[in-house]
């Protein structure tokens, strides 16, 4: 631990030692609940003057702290590029040559889409550019150390495959209707902002927006069906039973199910379960550091 970890620290029992002793003065006979209660209050009006004073006093030794921790970091990077410098290198590459692919579609794009079928085009080379950006991501988190951040993205990129597999084999009309499906996320996105932005303190969506968007919906109900504006409404004309319109549905669907123990491994690091504390992927230097003892 750094010296100045320490001392804030040993300032931090200093204070709450003090706080203790004058609590037991004004009252003598409060147990230990009572005086973690009293303390909590103290702490709840007094943290934002409280962290504006360790901030400024912690001017002088930030940059020594931030050094210290670089060289940390620097050392540890340099010795897992020394060991997987190949597989991260051949994952760089990779999305390179993809990028150069996808660029050239791009730039030539007349030549690539069939009549009729534009819709199916665009969207399969936006998620194509998507994915090379989500595995760029990856191969940064990795080369960094970051692995549970690296399977977490993983997981979005096995989404975006699926996905895009299953508007390719289902054709232009499910694109149309991938790309409609904006409509219903941003309606939801901004039902749930106007019911929390009087506490957010917030500007509220204007009500022409809110118009708007309802009627928009609607034209989409009577195109499409009621079901359309559920979950996974957009693959409905495919996939016939409701019970089936979901991820693992269109995972299933695509054939790409076969990879669903890895998918739920991912979910671990993605979402706040216990086996994010307690079975991390690449958290051994911070887990080990904690100094626990019980």
Known sequence: MLLFEVNALNGFRQILEKLRENILEVEPTADITRQNEILENVFKRSLPKIVDDFIEGSKEQRYITLNDNAFLEQEFVARLKRRWHESFDLLRFFTIVSLEIVEGIGENSDSYYVDGQKNLFVILLKL????????????????????????????TLHE???????????????????????????????????????????????????????????????????????????????????????????????????????????????????????????????????????
Request: one cysteine or more; hydrophobic letters at 40%.
């Open 128 to 155: 194509h550019a998507r994915s090379i950006q989500v595995a760029r991501e990856i191969h940064v988190l990795m080369s960094n150390g970051y692995a549970d951040g690296a399977l977490s993205r993983w997981r």
């Open 160 to 294: 975006i495959c699926v996905i895009l597999k299953f508007i390719f084999e289902n054709g232009e009309n499910t694109a149309i209707m991938y790309t409609d499906f904006i409509i219903v996320e941003s309606s939801k996105e901004i039902a749930t902002y106007s019911d929390k932005v009087e506490i957010l303190g917030f500007k509220a969506v204007e009500k022409s927006v809110e118009d708007d968007f309802a009627a928009e919906i609607i034209r989409l109900k009577n195109k499409y069906g009621n079901d359309f504006i559920k979950d996974y409404g957009w693959t409905n004309q495919v996939l016939l039973r409701k019970e089936d319109r979901n991820f693992t549905g269109v995972e299933k669907s695509v054939g790409l199910d076969w990879l669903r123990p890895f998918y739920k491994w991912a979910c671990n690091p993605t979402h706040g379960g216990a086996k994010t504390a307690f079975a991390p992927v690449g958290l051994y230097q911070v887990i080990h550091a904690l100094p626990l003892k019980f």
